[in-house]
């Protein structure tokens, strides 16, 4: 009988009782501890099926039993934690309450006006002031202006032409001489 259960719990081997003319098996039995509840157990039974089924009745128990004190402890210590943790907490604000307290103290026995001459500062410059830069000045860039035409103008398709190729012309050459003098 293999032994699958907690670390805690401990199996005998299973031992076989005859009776006294040695012909027939009158039980089995095993032997059972469970190290942490510090408890012992002799489990009987007919058949080694049965036996089986008791010991793992038993080893469930006490897993249950085991589960539940082992749960108890953590609590207790979760609580005992828990009111160590509030002990500090404590100590730390009445510390913090004591601090503030005695700043008020602290303060009124300090002088600690501030000296605003002290703080000027008297250091002697120049008399001669730099001298104003002189913003130079950029004419706009230029504009096209669309010609004048008179009513022979209209008439004549070719006069038209003529006078819009000479307003292009005289725009290009302007736009050209202000782009050397002020973008390059």
């Known amino acids: 009988m293999g032994n699958n259960y907690s670390s805690e719990i401990r199996t005998g081997d299973v031992l076989t009782t005859w009776n006294s003319s040695?012909?027939?098996?009158?039980?089995?039995?095993?032997?059972?501890?469970?190290?942490g509840l510090n408890e012992h157990k002799l489990i009987s039974a007919p058949e080694p099926d049965i036996?089986?089924?008791k010991v793992k009745i038993q080893a469930k128990k006490w897993n249950e039993k085991w589960s539940s004190i082992l749960h108890k402890r953590q609590l207790n210590?979760?609580?005992?934690?828990?009111?160590?943790?509030?002990?500090?907490?404590?100590?730390?604000?009445?510390?913090n309450l004591i601090e503030i307290d005695n700043l008020l103290l602290h303060t009124l026995s300090v002088d600690d006006t501030v000296d605003w001459d002290s703080l000027k500062r008297n250091d002697h410059y120049p008399i001669n002031s730099p001298e104003p830069r002189i913003k130079k000045v950029y004419p706009e860039k230029p504009r096209e202006e669309a010609p004048s035409f008179s009513l022979i103008d209209i008439i004549i398709?070719?006069?038209?032409?003529?006078?819009?190729?000479?307003?292009?012309?005289?725009?290009?050459?302007m736009l050209m001489q202000w782009e050397e003098l002020f973008i390059a």
Not at 77 to 95: D, P
């Open 22 to 35: 040695g012909t027939r098996i009158l039980k089995y039995s095993v032997e059972m501890y469970h190290k």
């Open 77 to 95: 210590q979760e609580k005992e934690a828990s009111i160590e943790e509030a002990a500090r907490r404590t100590e730390e604000a009445t510390n």
């Open 51 to 53: 036996l089986q089924n």
């Open 157 to 173: 398709k070719s006069r038209k032409q003529k006078k819009l190729q000479e307003s292009t012309s005289r725009y290009s050459a």
